[in-house]
């Protein structure tokens, strides 16, 4: 933003701001725009603990030809060195994209490197639709159309790719540790476990429920709601990881 005196305060330096002045206070931004994400915004991200270490960031597609068609200005080699960057200051990130699948030209070599972009980047949650044409916009009048089945074959393709991505990166986290801090806010009567600073996955549970399947919710800290909680997972009688993985998988998210 620019102030008065003309001073202007760009997007990493905004975000530092209120993360030094809202020190008790998580914060998420989205949704970032590959071509406007910098080394500088990654780096300054891993300096506040405040800061949710997630970040959205919508790649559209894995084709260098695809990506250029849709005058997205940015490549998939850029884009991983953002990846690798980000894993590097902060090697619990949390990372979370948006694909459209069969974009006007896009070919079964496209679609091909899409599935090989995803198992490099290893998102942990993809928002995937299949292209679906707006009036007057340019990408309509392209030519080269794809058939409607055939995007729907390739999202479902797509979408199978990444829950076998969601899974592994599931189980590594378990493995790490059987057990998570999470932070649970109450909102209309729901209530919402989140990961420490969304470092790790999310479940959405109600605690009811949660109890019903024999999980041990133990509170951590006398603290003003919301209150930070701890999730017991190896208190599910004859449950191992792997079980427990596939039993609430449904229910994780970002």
């Given at each position: 933003f620019e102030a008065e005196n003309g001073e202007v305060t760009d997007f990493t330096a905004l975000l530092e701001l209120v993360a030094q002045a809202a020190p008790d206070m998580r914060i998420r931004y989205t949704t970032s725009h590959p071509k406007d994400m910098s080394d500088e915004t990654i780096e300054m991200m891993a300096k506040y603990?405040?800061?949710?270490?997630h970040i959205h960031l919508p790649v559209q597609s894995g084709s260098n030809s695809v990506l250029k068609a849709m005058n997205r200005r940015y490549t998939r080699e850029k884009y991983l060195s953002q990846v690798e960057l980000a894993r590097k200051y902060m090697p619990d990130i949390v990372l979370t994209t948006d694909i459209i699948v069969g974009f006007p030209g896009e070919s079964e070599e496209d679609f091909e490197?899409?599935?090989?972009f995803i198992r490099k980047a290893r998102f942990l949650q993809?928002?995937?639709f299949p292209y679906s044409g707006r009036k007057n916009t340019?990408?309509?009048?392209?030519p080269d159309q794809v058939p409607m089945q055939i995007r729907r074959e390739r999202l479902h393709k797509l979408q199978q790719v990444q829950k076998d991505i969601r899974m592994q990166i599931l189980t590594e986290i378990l493995e790490?540790?059987?057990c998570k801090q999470v932070l649970f806010e109450t909102d209309d009567g729901a209530i919402v476990a989140d990961g420490d600073h969304s470092v790790h996955p999310t479940a959405i549970l109600e605690v009811t429920r949660m109890r019903a399947k024999g999980f041990d919710i133990v509170e951590i800290d006398d603290m003003p709601e919301p209150k930070f909680m701890k999730l017991v997972t190896y208190d599910w009688p004859g449950c191992n990881r792997a079980e427990f993985i596939r039993r609430m998988e449904p229910y994780f998210t970002c």
């Open positions: 603990p405040n800061i949710a270490k490197q899409t599935l090989d993809i928002h995937a340019p990408a309509i009048r392209l790490q540790s059987p």
